[in-house]
C-alpha cells in the first residue's frame, strides 16, 4: 500500500529526520528537476518559470531551478508573495509558492497557457480535504514526497493534481495508518479456494428488493455470485416467487419475525438495497441483524433502518459488520454530510459504530474501528449510475463468504469494483454491465 500523511504528520516526519532539512531540500530539488526536465524533453534554451514561496516549498523549487539552470535552462523565480496576475509566457511553469502548508486563502496566477509542475500539491488546494480556497492551477504533473496527502487523493484536488509522481527522498513514513490500496495488496488478501471446496463453503443471504424494487436485489445477488459466492439465497420482503431474479440463485421466503431462517448455511449476508423504508422493514431488519452472528454488509435501505440505533447495533455483534454508506445515507446514520475532512469521518463513525465503515464517492473511503484507514482510487465517473453500489455489496458479501475479514473484504471489494468499471464503456455504462466485468477484474488479482 502507498502510504498517506496529512501535512501536520508529514511536518512530524520531517521533525523527525536523520538527515539535515538542507540535505531533504536538495533531495527534493532533484526529484522536481528530474520531473521538469521530462517535461520539457530536455532543458538546454527551455524557458521556465518557478513561483516560489517563504517555505519548505518554495526552497524545494528553488533547488529545482538550480539545477535547472544547470542544465542549460533560461529559469525566472519569481516570488509568490509578489507574483504578477498572469505569468510571462514559459514552456514550464514550477507551482513551489506554497504547497500542502498553505492555511489561508491563495489566489493563483495564470500561467499563460503553459503546462504545470507542482511541487507537492498544487498550491491552493488543502492537504487535509483537496478543496481549494480562492484559485489553484491546474497542474499537468504533480512532484510529492515520503508520501500522498489527502488532498491529491480528494477532489476537486485529485483533478488538479494530474499526474501525480511519489518521490523517495529518505523520510521514515512506515508508521501511517492511512493507506492507498494497490493491487498487490489485493492480491495478497484474496482467499485462495481449496480443491475439495463445497458450494456452501462460501454461501451468501441477499435480503433486499421489494415489490416493484427487485432489480436491486438481482444485481447484489448476481454481484455476490461473480465475486466467488458458491450459492446465492435471494430473499425479497413481500415476494414470494421471483422469476426474473438470477437463475443460479435460490430464492427464499421471508416469513415475519423469523427472517434469520433464511440464512440457514449461509457464510455471509448482505441486507438492504431496494428493501423498503416502512417502519415494519426497519424492525426486521434490527431484528435480523441482532438474532444472526454472521459477517454482513448493510448497505442501503438498511442503513436507514440503523439510524439513531448505531449505539446498539452493529456495535453489539459479534461477527464482522460493513457499514456501506453513501453521503446522504452517512447523514441519515449521523444526522450531518461528511465533514471537510471526510477522512476523519470516517474514522469517527467507524469508531462509533464499532463498524468497518465504507464511504463511497469519487474516491473511496475505507475505515475499521481501530483508526485505519484504506483509500481506494481505482473508480471513475463511469460508476456514478443507478445500482453500482448493489453491485458493491453483492462484491464485498461474497469476499466476506470466502472468508476476509471486513477491513481487507470492504477494501478488496471497492477495488474490483472500480477495476470493472474500468473495463466498461466510457460512455453508457450501467450497473449490469459491472456483472459481466467482475471475472476481468478478479483475473488481475489472481494467483
Known sequence: MIPVLTPSEMAAVDAAAAEPVEILIERAGAAVARAALEMLGGGYGRRVVVLAGPGNNGADGRAAAARLRRRGARVEVIDAGSSPDRLAPSDLVIDAAFGAGL?????????????????????????????????????????????????????????????????DIGLDVGESRTNVVESRDVTDWMPTRPADSHK??????????????????????????????????????????????????VGVCLESGQWSAAARRCRSLVIGPGLGRGNEIGVQVRALLADIELPTVVDADALLALAGHLGDQPRRRASDTVLTPHDGEFENLTGERPAADR??????LAATSGSVVLLKGATT???????????????????????????????????????????????????????????????????????????????????
Open 200 to 249: 456452501w463453503d462460501a454461501a451468501v443471504l441477499v435480503v433486499a428488493g421489494s415489490p416493484g424494487m427487485t432489480g436491486a436485489a438481482h444485481l447484489a445477488a448476481g454481484a455476490a455470485q461473480r465475486a466467488g459466492a458458491g450459492m446465492v439465497r435471494l430473499a425479497t420482503p413481500g415476494v414470494v416467487d421471483d422469476p426474473a431474479r438470477p437463475v443460479e440463485s
Open 343 to 348: 477522512i476523519m469521518a470516517v474514522r469517527d
Open 103 to 167: 492555511r489561508r486563502a491563495y489566489v493563483a496566477p495564470d500561467p499563460a497557457g503553459a503546462p504545470v509542475l507542482a511541487v507537492d500539491l498544487p498550491s491552493g488546494v488543502s492537504g487535509v480535504t483537496g478543496l481549494v480556497d480562492g484559485r489553484a492551477m491546474q497542474a499537468t504533473r504533480t512532484v510529492t514526497f515520503a508520501a500522498l496527502k489527502p488532498g491529491l487523493l480528494l477532489e476537486p484536488g485529485r483533478s488538479l493534481a494530474g499526474d501525480v509522481t511519489l518521490a
Open 365 to 447: 473511503i475505507v475505515a475499521n474501528p481501530a483508526g485505519d484507514v484504506r483509500i481506494v482510487t481505482t473508480g471513475d465517473a463511469r460508476l456514478a449510475t443507478a445500482g453500482t453500489g448493489d453491485v458493491l455489496s453483492g462484491v464485498i458479501g461474497a469476499l466476506l463468504a470466502r472468508g476476509m475479514n471486513a477491513f481487507d473484504a470492504a477494501a478488496a471489494g471497492a477495488w474490483l469494483h472500480g477495476r470493472a468499471g474500468a473495463h466498461g464503456p466510457a460512455t453508457g455504462l450501467v450497473a449490469g454491465d459491472l456483472l459481466d466485468a467482475l471475472p476481468a477484474a478478479l483475473a488481475e488479482v489472481s494467483r
